[in-house]
């Protein structure tokens, strides 16, 4: 989630919005309102034109938008958008529902000196004539919108290149009240490729089970960017959601192409403007903000408890005592065994109550992991979503509506703007059981993560095991197998995933023996290297006043900050609250600051299977240090607390309490399969174990 944009550019964020200044343009002040009327395209001010764009506003669907086909001067716009490219800075930007290339408000052109103004003319002629009063009156008639400010300016320019993306949302921030984009796609003088993605994805909505309007899972409005096309609609509440396709060209060493454009908002006029009205404190739709903030983890409790008083009598058992040996053969049919293993357990559980957190390399059995792992790679090569794909962007149905067995299996999580992944279905209710023993013998991987998902994670012998492993007790839990398709909240998280491992191509393999036959190591690429998205994130507690949606990879401080205290993570009362986070980026939020690329949070390599495993923390994820920027105390507080790439067969378990924000990054379409996991939440009490009599 983003904070409203200042009233105001800072003096300070002009100097930064240039690249370079020179002296020698001539002055290029402000304009006469006749000039900005010259700006635009001819006919598009005319009231014909109005009249025609008002009938279209009005019968679009899945909600009220325009479009201007041409709506500058081409040779204007040319100007633009090379003043664009040779003189503004662009800042990559990335949180957990967008990635973009920006530049900063373009407002801050009002604190530019007259030799920097120089640099810029056609820009700021631009930007003069579309909040001039003209302009303003011309998106009034066509919407219905009411008053629209002159003063308050919101636009910046973007540049969308191959993994940039914009995942849904509603705009609803602040006093915005009609929010655009102008495209100037590169290169100009040729058409844009459905292909290459970044199309506007309009979605209709439907009411959700708590009376509010929640976007349906596919957008039923796709919009391909064009050179000089002017879109806009208003900003409403629970109705204006969208979203921008993952782009999948341009980028380092392409051949220039990029989705660039302006973007920005009309606000609704301010205090002191001709048809001020105060904003009014509630209205009778959530905006996706609101209803992110209010999203709340529906926990299941368990059908037996360990004693007919779960709190706190007839705990310490789970504690003291190694599992029963009824529990052990339960777990033994999934769990490796050294994880069985009571000094394992005691070992685990001392570095959890140190740390709070633990990954648990080779988690399940042998035969388990090797059976499910070609499986779901093998389902993915069947759904259109495997490394053939070459990077292309699959339907949003896919994995869906195959006709393979499996791929019915599974159906879509939403609403969009809070969750996009995958879930299995329901089995029909009458439909008899089967099992297949063992579960390693069973051919569809979809119903071996049912297994894990339905028996496992929710079973009293697995209870028993977090019991002792955390030294904490999971009184409810609310478990789900996830499939996040490439494009496509205190709690204990337990996550068990099983994103199988990328495989080395032959030309990738034949290039690491070289020409000498000496095998070099293996360069990181795929989900280890950060750049398919798919990881998972914690985020520290914030100010309201700082913009939660931005993360810094590898700046969090370890032990107990990931329950959001200072001191024990084991200390105080049972934990309550859910967080208000979405997975696979679902926080509506379209401005924000800059952030730090994703960290890759494994410094430790993955042991064999039935070794003695590896119990780790993650850590800060980039170790060539010296190249890094030193973070500073205030960057550490608002900064990620923790980040787990996906990969296969390992257990995380992490502790964190209300505050903090958690999510699944986007996959990206360049991944090679979809991310697979199985996930656990678990409504917990902290157990104070009686102190020892001293002698």
Request: proline letters at 7%.
């Amino acid at each position: 989630m983003a904070r409203p944009r200042s009233p105001s550019a800072e003096p300070a964020d002009a100097i930064a919005l240039l690249k370079r200044l020179k002296t020698t343009h001539p002055n290029g002040g402000s304009v006469q309102n006749s000039e900005k009327t010259a700006a635009f395209a001819s006919e598009v001010l005319d009231h014909s034109n109005i009249s025609k764009l008002h009938q279209q506003y009005l019968e679009s669907n899945p909600f009220h938008y325009a479009i201007v086909e041409k709506l500058f001067q081409d040779d204007l716009l040319k100007s633009v958008k090379e003043e664009c490219l040779s003189e503004l800075s662009f800042t990559e930007k990335e949180t957990d529902i967008y990635k973009v290339n920006q530049t900063g408000d373009l407002a801050s052109l009002n604190y530019l000196s007259q030799s920097q103004i120089s640099l810029l003319p056609n820009l700021l002629r631009l930007r003069d004539a579309l909040y001039s009063p003209t302009f303003r009156a011309f998106l009034r008639a066509v919407t219905g919108c009411g008053p629209l400010s002159g003063t308050k300016q919101d636009m910046s320019v973007n540049s969308y290149t191959k993994g940039c993306h914009l995942l849904n949302h509603d705009d609803v921030i602040g006093t915005r009240r009609v929010s655009y984009i102008l495209y100037m796609p590169l290169p100009h003088y040729q058409l844009w490729q459905k292909d290459w993605g970044g199309a506007l994805e309009l979605y209709p909505v439907k009411e959700g089970v708590d009376g509010n309007l929640e976007p349906e899972p596919f957008p039923s409005k796709i919009i391909p960017p064009s050179w000089n096309q002017f879109i806009f609609f208003e900003v409403q509440p629970g109705r204006s959601f969208h979203s921008v396709e993952e782009v999948v060209v341009g980028g380092e060493g392409e051949d220039g192409r990029e989705r660039l454009s302006i973007s920005g908002w009309f606000h609704s006029a301010q205090e002191g403007e001709d048809g001020y009205v105060p904003p009014e404190l509630t209205t009778e739709l959530k905006s996706s903000r609101e209803q992110l903030t209010s999203t709340s983890t529906d926990f299941r409790p368990y059908t037996e408890s360990p004693s007919a008083s779960p709190m706190p009598d007839g705990v310490g058992p789970l504690f003291d005592q190694p599992l029963s040996e009824k529990y052990t053969e339960f777990l033994s049919e999934y769990l490796n065994p050294v994880y069985l293993q009571p000094r394992t357990m005691k070992a685990l559980a001392a570095r959890f109550v140190e740390e709070s957190s633990l990954e648990l390399h080779s988690f399940l059995t042998n035969d388990l992991a090797e059976a499910l792992e070609p499986r779901l790679r093998d389902l993915d090569m069947r759904d259109g979503l495997g490394p053939d794909r070459a990077g292309r962007i699959p339907p949003h149905t896919s994995g869906l509506s195959s006709t393979s067995a499996d791929s019915s299996a599974w159906t879509v999580q939403g609403p969009p703007h809070k969750w996009r992944y995958c879930t299995l279905v329901h089995p029909t209710p009458g439909r008899p059981a089967t099992s297949i023993t063992p579960l390693s013998a069973h051919p569809s991987p979809s119903e071996i993560l049912r297994v894990l998902q339905d028996e496992l994670f929710t079973s009293p012998a697995f209870r028993a095991w977090m019991a002792i492993v955390t030294r904490l007790l999971p009184l409810r839990h609310h478990v789900e197998a996830r499939r996040f398709r490439p494009e496509s909240e205190a709690r204990l998280d337990v996550v068990l995933g099983l994103t199988p491992t990328v495989l080395e191509t032959e030309e990738e393999d034949h290039g690491r023996r070289g020409r000498t036959g000496r095998t070099q190591e293996p360069q990181p690429r795929g989900w280890g290297t950060g750049t398919w998205g798919g990881w998972e994130c914690y985020m520290a507690p914030h100010n309201e006043e700082d913009d939660p949606a931005v993360y810094r990879a590898g700046t969090y401080k370890k032990s107990a900050v990931l329950n959001g205290t200072n001191g024990s993570a084991h200390g105080g009362d049972a934990t309550n609250g859910a967080s208000g986070a979405a997975t696979n980026g679902a926080t509506a939020s379209t401005s924000a600051s800059s952030g730090d690329g994703p960290s890759n949070g494994n410094r430790h390599s993955s042991p064999g299977q039935h070794e003695s495993p590896e119990a780790t923390i993650v850590e800060d994820g980039d170790d060539n240090e010296e190249h890094a920027e030193p973070a500073s105390d205030e960057d550490e507080e608002d900064s990620t607390l923790l980040t787990v790439q996906p990969g296969f067969n390992r257990l995380l378990l992490v502790l964190r309490d209300e505050r903090v924000m958690r999510f699944v990054k986007y996959v990206s379409a360049a991944a090679d399969g979809s991310r697979w996991d199985v996930c656990a939440e678990y409504e917990v009490g902290v157990i104070q174990e009686e102190a020892m009599d001293e002698d």
